[in-house]
């Protein structure tokens, strides 16, 4: 069976074939295209050297008593389940999540484009994960899972590498729950300072405290989009946007 990556890059190259050059940035979904085996060239490095200049990063990864994120544990309230279901978009090859919460019982499920492609990595550096990531775009999770399965789902400086990273969004707020939220941390303007290069083809900011996806020409803020059953929240710390968009029970 072929992999998602050459499927998806064989659609993305009818869809651009004969397509005019134009000026400035490139298409997104070119450059989305071509960007991908600089991308697991990079992981492939991490892999092989354990995480690169940030070592222990990459053994907190594989470590089962890794905590579970103190930013998310507050999120979930005062009384919050004892089984916590998250979804990891755009994962990597190795979560960033840790599962150990005394008390609770915190399910992981991680996804990515190229999770084939790092499963062969791992295996061949001998690495066995705690979560294996599995093959999957955030433009497609509802076919994939259904909707409001998840407590949280989780993406972390993965959107803007996305083809279309409004319909990301739209897919990770259908996927969780009535209660749930959707938590986004990414670098700001990280495809403006990057020139548009490779993956990095959209940009996330926060303006006057609302979400917005852009690239020149092309401007979106998230929670007009979403409609009334979102409730979307930015904090900014410096050259970072963190962003929770919360599913309204009531609407639901």
Known sequence: ????????????????????????????????????????????????????????????????????????????????????????????????????????????VAVDPLAEE????????????RVRTEPGCAEDLVARFGSGVFDIVFCRNALDHSSDPLEGIRQMFEAVAPGGYVYLAHSENEAERRGYEGLHQWNLCSENGRLVLWRPAVRRDVAAELGPRAVVTCETPPDYVVATIRKSKELA
Request: aromatic share 10%; no cysteine.
């Open 118 to 129: 790092y499963g062969r990595l791992l295996d061949r550096a001998g690495i066995t994960p």
């Open 1 to 108: 069976m072929a992999t998602l990556i050459p499927r998806v890059v064989r659609r993305l190259k009818r869809e651009l074939r004969g397509a005019p050059r134009a000026a400035g940035p490139s298409r997104p979904a070119a450059s989305w295209s071509l960007g991908l085996s600089s991308e697991l060239e990079y992981w492939r490095y991490w892999i092989d050297t354990r995480g690169g200049e940030w070592p222990r990063d990459f053994e907190a990864r594989l470590d089962p008593l890794w905590p579970f994120l103190e930013d998310l544990r507050e999120r979930l309230g005062t009384d919050p389940p004892t089984r916590v279901r998250l979804l990891d978009v755009g994962a990597g090859p190795l979560t960033v999540l840790g599962s150990y919460w005394p008390g609770h019982v915190v399910e992981i």
